[in-house]
């Protein structure tokens, strides 16, 4: 099972077993399938799709709101992408975080990357960005909402919000 260590303690999040399963199949990435099927963007829960980067809500989330930001391009790592792509990704950590504030208002954020299946990369072959929202107290409450049906009831409610947030607020804005 993956886990994300986060201060001292680990969310515990048993329905990513299924996501890493999934990511298993050979050639498989779920984020270039995406890009491709733009008429799918509400069930891919795709939420921007800037010029060189795209934004989708994690199904399989450490926590409500976890977000991913990833480049267009199929690159693996930092020392692939260039200045242009950088910059973006950089700028869509802000507007992430300005669109889960308004939205959800969390009390703070896991913002990071995992570079290699050992460093607990799902998709070590197409690099991104985890935005993770957290409340005081959250690693006692994702234990208790554990059941998958749960979490994506509430991903497509969370995924209009968002849509609803980002346009009255003219997010992203780059
Ligand atoms: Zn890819």
Known sequence: M??????????????????????????????CDYLQNSGADEENLVLWRTEKSVVVLNRFPYNNGHLLIAPIRHIPDLAAADEAELFEMTKLIRETQKALSLSIKPHGFNIGMNFG????AGLPEHMHVHVVPRWDGDTNFMSVCSETKVISQSLTELYRLLKEVSKKNNLPNL
């Open 117 to 120: 299946r050992c460093a607990g």
């Open 2 to 31: 993956e886990t994300i260590t986060l201060q001292q303690e680990n969310l515990w999040a048993p329905w990513r077993t299924k996501y890493i399963q999934g990511l298993s199949k050979p050639g498989g990435c779920f984020i």
